[in-house]
């Protein structure tokens, strides 16, 4: 999380115990993406899921939820993001977040906005959800609407931040950035700061998904360097936690930046807007589909696991794919030999859709290694 000048005291989401490090190489469980549902009521082109407005079957049902958070629990005490499809869609939701709660784990939820109302914010309050992420990915009706799929989906999201907002919940806006938006990034951040959002976290796309039909809509490597250097000049003009998810360079750049400027980079371990390393799939974060298979993240689509047939913590101790992934060495090409390795570590996704190969190195990457591996 960055101290920013104008903020130099910014609200605390970490839970006690996180270390001010860049130890990187433990694997500490700070976020865990639970897919509570596939269903969902918009259609999103860059959708992961490819979801739809229908019931899915072999879905998690409570008791399996509850059986899960029991079973995270005994791995530690991560963020655990609600998400879907739509996570408002499911009936036992707030038990399921009440439950979490409970047990210790931190709460929060990922809803697209458009569906929240003021008995359902109360009960998002009620059963302990810290924070709210919902998704902005254009500054105006038509550019949002069009990349929703759905029409009404801007103003349903606006009017889900309000009520949230009145109901006393925290939210972040999220957005994905392509060439569609490219050029509304600086725009959605000014209306977020708008929103009185706590947070702004861009992703860049990742094209897995209905996101591979929209692979020309990738912004190329340079776009994305551009992109990340001005997502940094934005820390010190913003009170707003900034943070770049599935844009494992922006960790490169951070680094680069600071040392250049003659700034420490300060990190801290834990917490939603947590500023630690770049892909954290596998060693600090894994994502759980609505059937109860375990990935590496929600773009990564190679399965480590079920947690209907074992136990979650004998999946985040032992999968193969995890153990692989721990071990920065076992990356391939540039990123293998790159001084940045561990503090950035590529997209495995974006590798994995490149070439099938999730340790190869990053495709959207312009940056040249200095020195051979050690």
Known sequence: ?????????????????????????????????????????????????????????????????????????????????????????????????SYGTKIGLRMVMAPNGTMITKENARKMKESGIKRLSISLDGATKEKHDKFRGVEGAYEGALNGIKIAKEAGLEFQINTTITKAN?????????????????????????????????VDQEIDATAYETTLNWFYDQRDKTTLQLKATC??????????????????????????????????AGTG???????????TCGFLD?????????????IWDNSEVFTKLRNMDNLDGKCGICEYRKVCGGCRARAYEATGNYMAEEPLCTYIPSREKR
Not at 285 to 295: A, K, T, W
Not at 302 to 314: A, L, P, Q
Request: aromatic share 6%; with cysteine.
């Open 247 to 280: 844009a494992p360079h922006y960790y490169r750049i951070l680094r680069q930046r600071a040392k250049k400027e003659g700034k420490s980079v300060t990190f801290e371990s834990h917490g939603l807007d947590a500023v630690t390393r770049g892909c954290l």
């Open 285 to 295: 974060f894994c994502f759980i589909s609505h059937i109860g298979e375990v990935q």
């Open 182 to 214: 490219l050029d509304e990034i600086p725009a959605i951040l000014a209306l977020a700061e708008k929103l009185e959002a706590v947070a702004h976290h861009i992703f860049l796309l990742v094209p897995t998904g209905r996101g591979k039909y929209i």
């Open 302 to 314: 190679v399965k480590c696991g079920d947690v209907t047939k074992n136990h979650f913590k004998e």
């Open 1 to 97: 999380m960055h101290q920013h000048s104008k903020n130099p005291h910014p609200h605390h989401h970490g839970h006690p115990g996180g270390k001010n490090s860049e130890d990187t190489n433990t694997n500490t469980l700070r976020l865990v993406a639970w897919e509570t549902t596939r269903r969902c009521n918009l259609s999103c082109v860059h959708c992961r899921a490819a979801a739809e407005d229908h019931f899915y079957e072999n879905e998690l049902d409570t008791k399996a939820a509850f059986k899960l958070m029991d079973e995270i629990r005994t791995v530690g005490q991560p963020i655990i993001i609600l998400t879907g499809g739509e996570p408002l869609l499911r009936s036992d939701i707030f038990d399921i977040a």
